[in-house]
């Protein structure tokens, strides 16, 4: 397998790509990361030569322009998502962008149209859609172990002030909703196997650097209900909860699951309050960024789908389009 390896090359030196992505990837059987670029050819030799890879590039347009590249993961800021990975895909190259992958629905079709014209694979690369934690729960949900799903509950939240976080900038895209309240979102709508109708929006700016940092957002599904919380200045926390007819089901970890040590999930049949009666599950430490790019490279060689479309992106975004709109209007919008 390994002599069939998917060669990817990587656009810019981002945090998550030199710490997380790479690494892992590094680990795969079909993922081989060869080169990487940056707009400063010192940084970029410096992460080749930190991270054992054999080509550096001093701007994305040259590696963009290596023939040998056949897939380009995209970490760059928000704003830098959908014209980077269109030139990409124009390119010829395959495409893995980080979340969010545009800034809007309208913005992610037009990525969408790049990859069709060009016949290229591009997918958002919500890593927890390859986790096993997750596949289990949705197997969960999926058989019954809870009876009917009828509501989901979540809350991711960080601190971070400092203006010059590219988190902070609303003109790159920054803000809580973007960054990580995407994630319930996209949990949601795939436990429930389905968009929602309508969704409500409460949304707290930032006084100075005008970001949205405390969200709280409704969604209004046929079969039931999910609610969120998200935050980008509120201690660090997050968790799931699915519930159903007859159960429910608790993700310790549901977004940054440790690499290194097992994770747990909490199936509940509500016989006491304590939750003495809950099931624990432990699955084997897994790889969440190492998973997805061999889910992506699969998806090259014509083995299986990425775990997260284009097409679930933009409806992804159309929720996140709505949200933004129910918080300026007051009322239920329709994504």
């Known amino acids: 397998m390994t002599t069939n390896r998917v060669k990817w090359g990587v656009l810019g030196v981002a945090d998550i790509a030199?710490?997380?992505v790479i690494p892992a990837m590094r680990r795969g059987q079909l993922s081989h990361v060869m080169a990487i670029a940056s707009r400063d050819l010192e940084k970029a030799r410096a992460?080749?030569?930190?991270l054992g890879i054999e080509r550096a590039y001093g701007s994305y347009d040259e590696l963009l322009a290596d023939p040998d590249v056949e897939a380009v993961y995209n970490p760059l800021p928000n704003h830098l998502?959908?014209?980077?990975?269109?030139r990409a895909a124009d390119a010829g190259k395959h495409v893995l962008c980080e979340k969010p992958i545009a800034l809007s629905a309208a913005e992610a079709r037009e990525l969408q149209a790049a990859a069709t014209r060009n016949g290229v694979?591009?997918?958002e690369a919500f890593m927890v859609?390859?986790?096993p934690q997750w596949l289990r729960v949705y197997d969960l949900v999926q058989t019954g172990r809870i009876g009917d799903l009828r509501l989901i509950v979540g809350h991711f939240s960080y601190y971070r002030r400092d203006p010059n976080d590219i988190r902070n900038r609303v003109d790159w895209g920054g803000g809580a909703l973007m960054d990580i309240g995407c994630y319930p979102i996209t949990i949601a709508r795939w436990m429930f196997g389905a968009e929602p109708a309508e969704v409500l929006a409460q949304i707290e700016h930032d006084p100075d650097m005008q970001i949205d940092r405390l969200v709280s957002g409704l969604m209004r599904f046929d079969r039931g209900q999910a609610s969120f919380t998200c935050a980008g200045q509120l201690v660090p926390y997050q968790r799931m909860?699915?519930?159903?007819?007859?159960?429910?089901?608790?993700?310790?970890?549901?977004?940054?699951?440790?690499n290194d040590r097992p994770t747990r999930i909490f199936v509940d049949d509500g016989r006491n309050l304590t939750g003495d009666s809950a099931e624990t599950i432990e699955l084997p430490a897994a790889d969440q960024y190492l998973l997805q790019g061999e889910r992506f490279s699969e998806a090259v060689r014509g083995i299986g789908t990425v775990p997260s479309s284009i097409e679930n992106a933009i409806n992804n975004m159309a929720v996140i389009d709505a949200l933004f709109r129910s918080a300026q209007s007051e009322h239920w919008e329709r994504p």
Do not use: D, K, Y
């Open 81 to 86: 998502h959908v014209p980077w990975s269109i």
């Open 121 to 123: 694979i591009v997918a």
């Open 18 to 20: 030199v710490r997380l």
């Open 129 to 131: 859609r390859a986790h």
């Open 47 to 50: 992460a080749a030569a930190s």
């Open 241 to 258: 909860h699915i519930f159903g007819t007859h159960g429910r089901i608790e993700v310790q970890i549901p977004f940054n699951a440790p």
